[in-house]
């Protein structure tokens, strides 16, 4: 039986700002969703343990789809498929275990699949597909399986039993999804049994087939209930099923455009962050749209916020051999301390007790993380940099103790001299690191903390031994070491281009990174000085580990002195999201109540192409890990407001800024 015509939504508006409406919408809707989460998360886990268990009966095995064979039979330009949805046990670390039941999706005599089985077809295809439902009672509600562009239709009832059919034609390129609920919520609030019912759908331009590789992101969360005896939490944060260590291990040569198409059904929004290089987005939609980008108006980044029910392809810049790690930016997706979750508020993610320093593999990460090795190009390019000899810091990690005026913090301290500078006179963050374009540096990191830790160069091209992936960074048998307490580590790269990036811990300790062992790391142009009274960076981190309640710290503070500036005077402003879990903050500089201009010049340390170097409204989404740099000329003496708004739970931190 083919679907009604329905309503679900209209295909969005796309762009690095939220000056315009689409945009307005986005923020609105990243609001509404995590709501819709947090009820979504308090109730999830009541429900599974109030459903009478079935019958002790032998579920079948559930594989990791890694997308590489379509499914279905396709001839004479008609894809046949035939789907059913079941129950199945699902391994989303090794082979051997842990298991949990979920729903999930597979072919009529196949296996089942998360993700579910890849539609993939060339433009203007038909697709004939059915779908059973081969679930004891839920009924499932199944989205997606719809003509693109503009054939949005009610979802696909089918009963427990049922088998329905559904007849559409696919005459838009791109990258889309489907995605099925046994609950009734929104692909925004699915954590539990049916939060791995969600697909690829690849729609392919004519001619040559163009090489790619299709990556589904998926969530499932256990959330400790109160009332009942699960003492903590659980969580599995996969890319095609699986999570790291157990991912995908990905290839490439260096030189070679790597083209990938993510998706992400999951209840969270993903910052996905590249190490060592940059990536450039070249589309992106929602599921049921999906807008090919303008050359003029493709992102160059090396964090990338892909939104619930979003899409994307990206095309990877790989210059330099060398292993490297593509990964969701926040440390609930990312570390292993975060398997296990404290019993907390809907909406707050805290590693359970117990869960310090729990290490899968050598790397210290887990979860929604890819391993890339790059092999060497037959004729590597050398990136250019002075003949000069290499500048020499040191970079100090200590733990500065709690007194009357400042919290205990773990900081970094530059140390100038023959002797370290006072303890207490550390700052969170740390100090600025003001290097010079294609000039070598040595930064030798000295750990005296009383662990080990390691330093990430965030957004620098450098080489994989110096990236701060103890474990895993390095190429051949060279393999980048942790920094143990005590010792040392030097650190050598000469940054190819200026911009603003960040150096942080990258040590699987989340008390790290709340901590305080976070800073700016600003790269000039040649002849360029920096002048703080017109350069102002402001770094936004938690003052806590507590995601609800701990407050937003604008440069280490959660009351920043006011910002004074001149009339007629040009500023650049550098803003920098190091937060652990806060990936839709909106950064807004206002006069009363309305934004005012500001001209956006650079992205992630990358200087924007003409046509995105634009005026518009002083208001931005910045999500965690990236960076954005405007130019702002106050024209009048006037008091403004920088606010930097946490939507989730409503609460800001603002700043004054005095313009005389």
């Not at 310090?356 to 990136?383: E, I, K, N, Q, Y």
């Not at 942790?482 to 911009?499: D, H, L, M």
């Not at 008390?511 to 600003?522: A, E, R």
């Not at 800001?652 to 800024?657: L, N, T, Y």
Request: aromatic share 8%.
């Amino acid at each position: 039986m083919a679907l009604r015509y329905g309503s679900i939504g209209n295909p969005k508006s796309f762009g690095p700002d939220l000056a315009s409406t689409g945009r307005r919408h986005e923020l609105i809707a990243i609001a509404t969703a995590v709501a819709v989460l947090l009820v979504s998360f308090g109730c999830v886990r009541a429900q599974e343990l109030a459903t009478p268990k079935p019958s002790q009966v032998t579920l079948p095995r559930i594989e990791a789809n890694r997308n590489l064979a379509p499914a279905g039979e396709l001839a004479g330009g008609v894809l046949t498929v035939r789907l059913e949805i079941r129950d199945g046990e699902w391994y989303p670390e090794a082979e051997t275990g842990p298991a949990i039941v979920v729903q999930a999706l597979g072919e009529e005599g196949r296996a089942l699949q998360i993700p579910g089985p890849l539609i993939r077809v060339p433009e203007g295809t038909e697709v004939r597909a059915t779908v059973r439902n081969v679930l004891q009672k839920d009924t499932v509600r199944l989205y997606g399986l719809h003509g693109r562009p503009g054939d949005v239709r009610e979802p696909l009832e089918i009963s427990s039993g049922e088998i329905r059919e559904v007849r559409f034609r696919l005459t838009a390129p791109g990258t889309y999804h489907y995605w099925a609920t046994t609950t009734g919520r929104p692909l925004a609030g699915r954590a539990g049994m049916d939060s791995q019912l969600a697909g690829a759908l690849i729609v392919d331009p004519p001619g040559a087939a163009v090489a790619d590789r299709v990556f589904v992101l998926g969530l499932w969360l256990e959330r400790a209930v109160p009332g009942f005896s699960q003492p903590i939490a659980r969580q599995f944060a996969v890319i095609n099923g699986k999570a790291w260590p157990y991912t995908e291990r990905m290839t490439a040569d260096a030189g070679q455009p790597v083209r990938w198409r993510w998706i992400n059904t999951s209840v969270f929004d993903h910052p996905m962050h590249l190490h060592g290089a940059y990536f450039r987005v070249i589309s992106e939609g929602d599921g049921a749209a999906d807008v090919t980008l303008p050359v003029g108006n493709q992102r160059l980044v090396v964090t990338d916020r892909m939104p619930v029910g979003g899409t994307r392809a990206y095309t990877l810049l790989l210059e330099r051999e060398g292993r490297w790690l593509f990964h969701c930016h926040l440390l609930t997706h990312m570390s292993p301390e975060y398997r296990h979750l404290a019993p907390t508020v809907p909406g707050s993610f805290q590693p359970a007790v117990g869960m310090h320093h729990p290490v899968l593999d050598p790397s210290g990460m887990w979860g929604m993380v890819l391993g890339l090795t790059v092999r060497p190009a037959a004729r590597s390019a050398t990136p250019v940099t002075s003949t000069a000899p290499a500048r020499k810091l040191t970079l100090l990690v200590r733990q500065r103790p709690a007194n009357d005026r400042t919290p205990a913090a773990a900081v970094f301290q530059v140390q100038e001299g023959p002797q370290p500078p006072a303890l207490e006179a550390a700052t969170v963050p740390g100090p600025p690191l003001v290097l010079m374009q294609g000039e070598p540096v040595e930064i030798t990191v000295v750990n005296q903390l009383r662990e080990p830790t390691a330093i990430h160069w965030h957004g620098i091209e450098l080489d994989s031994y110096y990236d701060g992936v103890p474990g895993w960074g390095g190429a051949g048998e060279t393999v980048a070491p942790a920094i143990e307490p005590g010792q040392s580590f030097v650190a050598r790269f000469a940054p190819p281009r200026a911009g603003t990036f960040i150096y942080h811990t990258h040590w699987h300790n989340f008390l790290q990174l709340t901590g305080g062992l976070y800073g700016p790391l600003i790269v000039l142009g040649p002849g360029q000085t920096f002048d703080p009274e017109t350069d102002k960076t402001v770094m936004i981190s938690l003052g806590g580990a507590d995601d609800m309640k701990s407050p937003l710290l604008l440069n280490g503070s959660a009351q920043l002195e006011p910002l004074r500036l001149k009339a007629a005077v040009k500023y650049r402003l550098r803003f920098i999201n190091i937060t652990p879990n806060n990936s839709g903050l909106v950064v807004s500089l206002l006069a009363g109540s309305a934004p005012v201009r500001w001209r956006a010049v650079a992205k992630d340390g990358a200087d924007l192409p003409p046509a995105q170097v634009v005026e518009r409204e002083a208001r931005q989404l910045i999500s965690v890990g990236e960076t954005y740099d405007f130019e702002f000329e106050p024209t009048t003496r006037v008091d403004l407001r920088l606010e930097v708004l946490r939507p989730f739970n409503r609460t800001w931190a603002v700043a004054e800024v005095q313009v005389r």
